[in-house]
């Protein structure tokens, strides 16, 4: 049972433009929430997490946003750029886990077109 | 610095088959997770280790897969008797204890069982 949905696997935006990557999630022991992004034939790489005390982490061109009580959260990169192309990955850990364990969901693949 | 290593990057097997696959993760990093990726899909938490002891084993499918780490840092995962179904990428991560959300990937290694 997927406890972390990504229900969309792909998204098409311009450059320059803003892309929004969503994910929502059913277990309400989630307490810490990460974006990774991966390149084909890579390993994920970390781009983002946010605790759920916050409703908004920014870094740079990345921004994520924490809704808990829809259980939502989304990723918000502007302005999208080429190099941004890749899959997303939303993952999530559980309150008090001092195990780290993540819970991934199924990746956005995300295209930027010039 | 190096990041977290992973030999071989592919790996061919009958059926039937042991495989062995390595990871080395960074170095000073006590956490050490095992992930498996089916196609389409995200990673799927299989083992986690803190120094040499194996805390979590949960996420193993079946008493084919061990998983060791005998000096705290290279580990190996063992799959015996291959399975058609075996066939993913399987991911390793390492990470700093205090900060075990954030987990570094190697670039994975590929088994198809044939």
């Known amino acids: 049972d997927q406890q972390v949905k990504q229900n969309s696997p792909s998204l098409s935006v311009q450059e320059g433009r803003i892309s929004i990557l969503n994910c929502d999630y059913t277990n309400s022991m989630f307490d810490y929430f990460l974006w990774y992004k991966k390149y084909p034939a890579e390993g994920p790489t970390f781009l983002i997490s946010i605790s759920s005390i916050k409703d908004k982490n920014e870094d740079g061109r990345f921004t994520v946003f924490l809704n808990k009580s829809a259980k939502h959260l989304s990723l918000h990169i502007v302005p999208s750029q080429p190099g941004d192309s890749a899959v997303y990955f939303c993952a999530a850990s559980e309150r008090g886990s001092t195990l780290g364990r993540l819970y991934f969901g199924r990746g956005t693949q995300l295209t930027v077109w010039p | 610095g190096a990041g977290v290593s992973q030999s071989p990057r592919y790996k061919v097997a009958k059926r039937g088959q042991d495989v062995a696959l390595r990871c080395d993760p960074i170095s000073g990093h006590v956490s050490l997770f095992w992930y498996q990726q089916a196609l389409g899909q995200g990673p799927e938490f299989l083992t986690y280790?803190?120094?040499?002891?194996?805390?979590?084993k949960s996420g193993l499918p079946s008493d084919r897969f061990f998983a060791e780490r005998p000096e705290g840092s290279v580990s190996t995962l063992k799959i015996q008797r291959t399975q058609q179904e075996d066939s993913a990428v399987y991911l390793c991560?390492?990470?700093?204890?205090?900060?075990?959300?954030?987990?570094?990937f190697g670039p994975g290694t590929r088994l198809t069982v044939t």
């Open positions: 991560a390492s990470s700093l204890i205090r900060t075990h959300h954030e987990q570094y």
């Open positions: 280790f803190q120094n040499e002891a194996q805390l979590d």
